[in-house]
């Protein structure tokens, strides 16, 4: 079977996409410009700006010499080539192998897909169908050769197929510039008198190729289908997902730790292959009665490691109802990051612990929970309750030193606790001081260490701390929150020292 | 004649039960103390037991703080430069401060703290850890430990060599268990300075219970400098009974 090509041109492709996001601008001719060399010049253009006659390249001012209510608005460089290959991607339904040709043109190689939509030409009515539907204005063509299906695309009838062996009658009545030559070449042509590909292309090529050179004679054969045409196509991103459908319906524990076994495997050895390590992970479970049940897990650390991913839905297995029993499982990794096997992992001990221990705080968190795992960096300030932070990751490391040198205590209570003092004279710390019903004589006294509020952060009253030592022995860490003259004193327990 | 031979052959016996009772005695290339000094010689062999369970009993806050601080002076020793080590406490009873770690000869953060759920969570937790040899050591803060519960945990760190502090605050009842040693730490009045204030932190040291060992208490200090012993000489209980402020 020979190959058939399908070629899809977008006149209007920027503008096209410029009106889905701003409807309003339907009815009103506009361009979009860049400045180029201290100029604006018109990059694209819509339907009813080309009526007017403005083209692509003029300079904006010339436009508005035409047209003096034209719309103006920002060209984005990078836009075609995203927009094409999203368009691509979404080509992706009509044929496996799709490769785009800026600024606006895509390549379909459609040998054998046809037959899916009943025939060539439903297949291109369907492509026109759905592109209008989305606002884009298209053209295409089918051929046997790339070459063909440019030149009528471009230039014949839109929609039109080219049957194999009738290249040449196609091309005839077509103008020089369909062949995709240089603009030197096509200058000579034109000079020639040689408007039409039919006016040359029963030419002796060995004349052809001592006139305008070996491109021509290239191009030619290429449209011809004497010479391949090599296009790179589309590489479309294939999501990280594994389906696994079951022949009976699952319904016991075994059957689904196979399951997420082997469910595992295939994709980790995707993900091996792809450099990939993954850190988010579903698992879902399509059940007989139509119920979906659904178990995530999250790592860490990005990890293509089967046995600790299975362990980390090991303890998930027993949340699973199979109920009548199950008949697909699906495996959908939702996020991957980079994860190379680097080398120093096999060298120095303290990498392979961490990742054992990043791999333990997985299984603890799949438990508990993230929030109940806490690591603890030094913070830059004296408010005791902000004096630490939590570090995000094991290999963080600390900004600034912790401070030995002022006291705290090694306990510490989260809020502090109200008590009943008595204090000989303001300043001073209490002769004593009930907490919970018991009271402490104070034997020994350290203090005061005022810490002011962080008027940044919180508006209140300063704390003087106190370290006291009661009869026992007993170290307590106790503050006066305000001063005596406001008259709004209250005494706080906030921790214990060793 | 006879009862040499007796004596010999009874002499063997007992090497061998010592032989399959201690499967954590330490290899000869190990150093031989961790640093905590005269107390070591209280455990087999003289050397504080690593890759055991030890637990440790208290019951009220300020016990609970000095053994907190016990804890982190042997974490201190047992993990000087690197290491990590994992804090699992049940929710509402976590009360360590991350900022007053650096002062017991410890990094701070390279102690992870897991506050587990419920006490069957937090048991599970700590066997979890313990079956993980890339920690040094793991501190579990669990009221109810029942005898097969204890069992298991020194199953586990027979395999990793982890060691394990578990700290039983106001539990029902001091129950036995298979862990290596039972211990108290009480703080002690502190001894008056060249400077009035509160002095150094001191403790009442108690090991209860070791295994193949000799159990006993001493008074230490903790200073920056280190752990000292009081000689009972210096355990003068300060009899002025003078207000100290600094």
């Known amino acids: ?498 | 004649m006879r009862k040499v031979a007796d004596r010999v052959m009874i002499e063997q016996l007992q090497q061998q039960i010592e032989k399959l009772q201690q499967n954590h005695v330490p290899p000869a290339d190990q150093p031989l103390s961790i640093g905590l000094g005269i107390m070591e010689a209280a455990f087999p062999g003289k050397v504080f037991t690593k890759g055991a369970v030890h637990e440790l009993i208290s019951n009220t806050a300020e016990e609970a703080t000095c053994t907190s601080g016990f804890i982190s002076v042997v974490l201190g020793k047992l993990m000087p430069n690197s290491g990590y080590c994992l804090w699992i406490s049940t929710v509402p009873r976590r009360s360590v401060f991350p900022s007053a770690l650096k002062g017991f000869g410890i990094d701070p953060e390279r102690i992870l703290f897991v506050d587990a759920g419920r006490t069957k969570d937090t048991l599970w937790a700590v066997e979890e850890a313990l079956k993980c040899n890339a920690l040094v050591a793991v501190v579990g803060e669990i009221t109810e430990l029942t005898f097969n519960d204890s069992r298991r945990l020194q199953l586990a760190v027979e395999k990793s060599h982890v060691t394990g502090f578990i700290h039983r605050f106001r539990p029902k009842t001091e129950n036995a268990v298979a862990c290596v040693s039972r211990w108290k730490i009480k703080s002690i009045v502190s001894a008056a300075g060249e400077t009035p204030g509160v002095g150094f932190s001191r403790w009442h040291v108690e090991l209860l219970k070791v295994r193949n060992g000799k159990t006993g208490n001493w008074q230490v200090q903790w200073s920056p400098k280190g752990l000292e012993y009081i000689l009972p000489e210096q355990i003068i209980i300060d009899e002025i009974d003078e207000r100290q402020i600094g």
């Open chain 1, 1 to 498: 079977m020979s190959r058939r090509i399908a070629v899809i041109w977008f006149p209007h492709l920027v503008t096209d996409r410029f009106l889905r996001k701003q409807p309003e601008l339907k009815d009103i001719p506009f361009v979009l410009v860049v400045n180029e060399r201290g100029r604006r010049v018109v990059k694209a253009i819509n339907a009813l700006a080309q009526e007017k006659g403005i083209r692509v390249d003029m300079v904006l001012a010339d436009c508005k010499a035409l047209l003096p209510e034209l719309t103006v608005c920002d060209y984005d460089e990078a836009e075609p080539k995203k927009l094409l290959t999203a368009l691509a991607e979404w080509c992706i339904r009509y044929s496996p192998f799709i490769s785009i040709d800026l600024p606006d043109v895509l390549i379909l190689d459609v040998s054998g897909c046809t037959h899916l939509w009943g025939g060539e030409q439903n297949y291109l009515n369907d492509i026109h169908k759905k592109f209008n539907a989305f606002g884009y204005t298209i053209r295409s063509a089918m051929a046997d050769t790339i070459g063909t299906a440019w030149a009528v695309c471009h230039f014949g009838n839109s929609g039109s197929i080219i049957e194999t062996g009738k290249e040449v009658k196609a091309l005839t009545s077509l103008p020089n510039t369909a062949l995709r030559l240089e603009p030197s070449i096509i200058d000579k042509l034109d000079k020639l008198g040689l408007k039409t590909i039919g006016s040359f292309i029963t030419m002796p090529s060995s004349a052809l190729k001592r006139r305008f050179g070996q491109s021509i004679l290239k191009r030619l054969a290429q449209a011809l289908g004497e010479e391949m045409e090599i296009t790179e196509p589309m590489q479309p991103l294939i999501p990280f997902q594994k389906r696994l459908p079951s022949l009976e319906p699952i319904r016991t524990a075994e059957g689904i730790e196979i399951a997420i076994k082997t469910l595992l495997q295939m994709l980790c050895e995707r993900l091996q292959q792809e450099m990939k390590g993954l850190r988010k992970c579903t698992l879902t479970c399509y059940r007989l009665d139509g119920v979906v049940v659904k178990t995530e897990i999250g790592t860490s650390k990005p990890s293509r490691n089967t046995l600790h991913l299975y362990k980390l839905f090991e303890n998930k297995i027993s949340q699973i109802e199979p109920d009548l029993g199950i008949e697909l499982f699906v495996m959908d990794a939702l996020v991957v990051e980079e994860l190379h096997s680097s080398q120093d992992a096999l060298w120095t001990v303290s990498g392979k612990d961490e990742s054992v221990i990043a791999e333990l705080l997985d299984r603890l968190s799949g438990k508990t929970g993230v929030q109940a795992i806490h690591r603890y960096l030094p913070a830059e300030h004296y408010w005791p309750e902000r004096s630490f932070k939590n570090a995000t990751s094991l290999s963080e490391k600390a900004s600034t030193e912790w401070r030995t040198d002022l006291p705290r205590p090694l306990h510490i209570l989260p809020v502090p606790e109200l008590i009943e003092v008595s204090v000989p004279i303001p300043d001073y710390p209490p002769l004593l001081f009930r907490y919970k019903g018991v009271i402490h004589n104070v034997k020994k006294a350290d203090g005061p260490e005022r810490i002011e509020q962080e008027w940044w952060l919180q508006q209140g009253l300063y704390r003087d701390y106190y370290c006291v030592e009661d009869e026992h022995g007993s170290r307590y860490w106790l503050f006066r929150s305000g001063d005596y003259d406001s008259g709004n004193v209250k005494w706080f327990i906030h921790g214990f020292f060793t």
